[in-house]
T-cell receptor, first 113, second 115 residues
Framework: QQPVQSPQAVILREGEDAVINCSSS?????VHWYRQKHGEAPVFLMI?????EQKGHDKISASFNEKKQQSSLYLTASQLSYSGTYFC??????????????FGKGTHLIIQP | ETGVTQTPRHLVMGMTNKKSLKCEQH?????MYWYKQSAKKPLELMFV???????ENNSVPSRFSPECPNSSHLFLHLHTLQPEDSALYLC??????????????FGPGTRLTVL
């Protein structure tokens, strides 16, 4: 089942902060975050694993609330290069590598100078 | 070549044509994926291959036929497609460890238009 992302779109001025949320109705093992710029392929940002482990960029932070099955991506002091569409992908708790990731519909982030 | 490459980058085909999309990963990964990205359903997982074995067919119509001859190459064979199949088709690879998905590296995609 597809995770739900919010908000659908955000417009910020350079230097402002943003939070993007991702929630699922199913138990999760991990949440993945990707950013896609127009006309380009999605690029990996971060993975948050059940139990608290994280893998990703130093300048991007995120949280994973396992009980609520929610994750939030925090973008602080936004730069023009942060513009793009952010997707969260969820890996179900059953795991085993067989079922891949299910992605949300994306959050469009526009950073204005 | 580095990363994940896809050919062709653009493809226009008629509903009666047969064509194939090719993906190659140069990262030594053991899992490969096909995704469909359209305005209506962004980043929709189609197929997962784990060590060359297909482990997921996400209710994809039979007019899409995947093939994974080895862990570096992935094909998507297309036949008798419909106009609603027009979309960006993305290939990705990752390294499965202990059955868990790590970061996925995406190719640039093939923009498919079905007339």
């Amino acid at each position: 089942q597809q995770p739900v992302q919010s908000p659908q779109a955000v417009i910020l001025r350079e230097g402002e902060d943003a939070v993007i949320n991702c929630s699922s109705s199913k138990a999760l093992y991990s949440v993945h975050w990707y950013r896609q710029k127009h006309g380009e392929a999605p690029v990996f940002l971060m993975i948050l694993l059940k139990g608290g482990e994280q893998k990703g960029h130093d300048k991007i932070s995120a949280s994973f609330n396992e009980k609520k099955q929610q994750s939030s991506l925090y973008l602080t002091a936004s730069q023009l290069s942060y513009s793009g569409t952010y997707f969260c992908g969820t890996e179900r708790g059953s795991g085993g590598g067989a079922d891949g990731l299910t992605f949300g519909k994306g959050t469009h982030l526009i950073i204005q100078p | 070549e580095t990363g994940v490459t896809q050919t062709p980058r653009h493809l226009v085909m008629g509903m009666t044509n047969k064509k194939s999309l090719k993906c190659e990963q140069h990262l030594g990964h053991n899992a490969m994926y096909w995704y469909k990205q359209s305005a209506k359903k962004p980043l929709e997982l189609m197929f997962v291959y784990n060590f060359k074995e297909q482990t997921e067919n996400n209710s994809v119509p039979s007019r899409f036929s995947p093939e994974c001859p080895n862990s570096s190459h992935l094909f998507l064979h297309l036949h008798t497609l419909q106009p609603e199949d027009s979309a960006l088709y993305l290939c990705a690879s990752s390294q499965l460890l202990a059955g868990r998905h790590n970061e996925q590296f995406f190719g640039p995609g093939t923009r498919l238009t079905v007339l």
